[in-house]
Each structure stands twice: as structure tokens, then as C-alpha cells.
């Protein structure tokens, strides 16, 4: 299976192509009212070749959090090909020890019709639809994992090849009005070593409420250690926006001592509007080392 990681914050759009370890520029997300359209670069120059039977997982952080989405869909267009079907499987994301996932896998038959065999074409290839569109309402897996913004789902094709022209994500549902990224600065490997150090980030909120000129929102932030206790790490403090406005916290860091055990580690913030009750969550993920 190859893995294909295109990360987005706020800020910074960029893909991560862990097969062959290459960092690129992504395209542009659109944002229209709530529509968010999400162009994949693949790591590859377009035409993109899908070979027989090989899964293709996209891990994909469109960069806006939804308070309902009603629609999601993975869409391309067919260049060419022989292959007779095309496949997205999605798996539902951890809600907790107790909560067993669902799974889901779609498929969309290719092949429209194929001529018949003639001496100067005795191997006729099957003609294919001109594009490929899946899409999932809001009780599918999909929908669900992109609620945060952020979610995987694998692609692949059967009986042949196909090359695309184009791949996309596109999310239309109710984008919330407080946005927050928060974002590991470091490489992709990094670990705290056992003596302790410094984990860097960038962190940013945005205010998408139209209905209020200026808010006041409370932000706070905890550390989760890997047997599940919580750290905390600053007060909540006010953050007073204007709409459409973003407050960025770059170049944070967080100190690890010598003291805190080895292990995997969940740095979250917390954005809240005290007026709505409505509350916003990031995290992101380092580990502390034994040796």
C-alpha cells in the first residue's frame, strides 16, 4: 500500500510523500460559503497512473473543523485505462476503548462498454467513464472522520490500470466558526530524548463567525501523558478577534523534563465561545524516548 499524506494547517499547505521521503507544495483549498474543495497533489506530475490492486491511502488535513457536514466526495477524472472498477475504503476513527469501528467500502464499476474484437484491434481495451465521483452523505464514515477536518480513506482500482487527470476532495456541510490548527514543528522522526528537551509548534485560531464583528473566546491547552493523565500546561486566557481575523502562535515550544516516562504524548488546545458554549479542539503528537 502506498501512503500518500497531504497535511494543512491554517497557514501552511504542504504534502508529505512518505515513500519516497519528498516534500511538495499543494494545491489551493477553495473555500465558497461551505463548501471546502480540496485538490490532492499525489506526489506525482498529472496524469497520475493507479496500478492493479496496489491501495493508495490519502491522509488528508483539509484545514477547517464542520459542525455538520451533509455531503463529502472524492472525485477525479479518467485520462485513460484498462482497469474495470475503482475503490474507496474508509474506517471509522477512535471514539473511545469501548467503541468498536465501522467500516466502509464503495465501489464504482469503470468499464461502459467495449467494441469488439476486429483483425487490426484483436485486444479492444473497455471504453471507461470520463470520471469517477464518490460520495457519502452524513451518516457514512467518511463524513464523520472530516468533522475535524482531518481523515484518511484508501483508493484503489481493479483489473487493469487507469490514469487521472485530476484527484479531490470535496466537504460541503456547516464549517464552524472558531478554526484551530495546531501543528508540530519538527521532522517526522522526531522524538524528546530521555533527558528531556524542547517539542516546537505553531498554533493559530480564526474567527469564521459573521454575526459577530468581535469575540472573545478562551483558549487553554493540556498535555495528555502516555498512561492517560492529564499535564496542564497554561490558564485559559482571552483571545479577542475580529471576524475572519486569525491570532497566530508561532514558534511555541514546550519544555519535557528528565522526570516525565517514556512514551507517545498528546499536546491538545482548547478554543471556547463562553457566549455559544460551542468548543474547538487540536492536538498533535510527539514521544519521549527511554533511552
Known sequence: MKKLNANYSLHRNVLKNSIAGITLICATTLVCADTISTKIDLGE??????????????????????????????????KNGEAGAAFYKAESEPAGPF?????????????????????????????????????????????????????????SVSGGYVDFWDFE???????????????????????????????????????????QSLVTLEQWSVLKFPN????????SRDVVLNYSEVKDYPRNYLTIPEWFE?????????????GTGARVKDSLYFTKSAD
Not at 496524469?47 to 477525479?76: A, S
Not at 464503495?106 to 461502459?112: E, G, H, N, P
Not at 521532522?187 to 530524548?193: K, R
Not at 492517560?228 to 490558564?235: A, L, V
Open 45 to 78: 506530475p498529472f496524469p497520475f497512473r493507479m496500478e492493479d490492486g496496489i491501495e493508495y491511502e490519502v491522509d488528508l488535513d483539509i484545514g477547517y473543523k464542520f459542525d455538520t457536514i451533509e455531503k463529502v466526495c472524492i472525485n477525479t477524472k479518467v
Open 99 to 155: 467503541n468498536f469501528p465501522r467500516f466502509e467500502s464503495v465501489a464504482q464499476q469503470l468499464a461502459v462498454g467495449i467494441d469488439a474484437p476486429t483483425p487490426e484491434n484483436p485486444n479492444p481495451v473497455p471504453q471507461l467513464q470520463k470520471t469517477i465521483n464518490f460520495c457519502g452523505n452524513e451518516t457514512s464514515v467518511l463524513a464523520e472522520n472530516y468533522l475535524d477536518g482531518e481523515g484518511k480513506f484508501k483508493f
Open 169 to 211: 476532495l470535496v466537504v460541503e456541510g456547516d464549517v464552524s466558526d472558531t478554526q484551530l490548527a495546531i501543528v508540530l514543528d519538527e521532522p517526522t522522526d522526531f522524538s524528546v530524548p530521555s533527558y528531556g528537551g524542547r517539542v516546537n509548534y505553531d498554533a493559530g485560531i480564526r474567527n469564521l463567525d459573521s454575526t
Open 228 to 235: 492517560g493523565d492529564s499535564y496542564p500546561i497554561h490558564k
Open 262 to 274: 517514556a512514551g507517545d504524548y498528546e499536546l491538545t488546545w482548547y478554543v471556547t465561545n463562553p
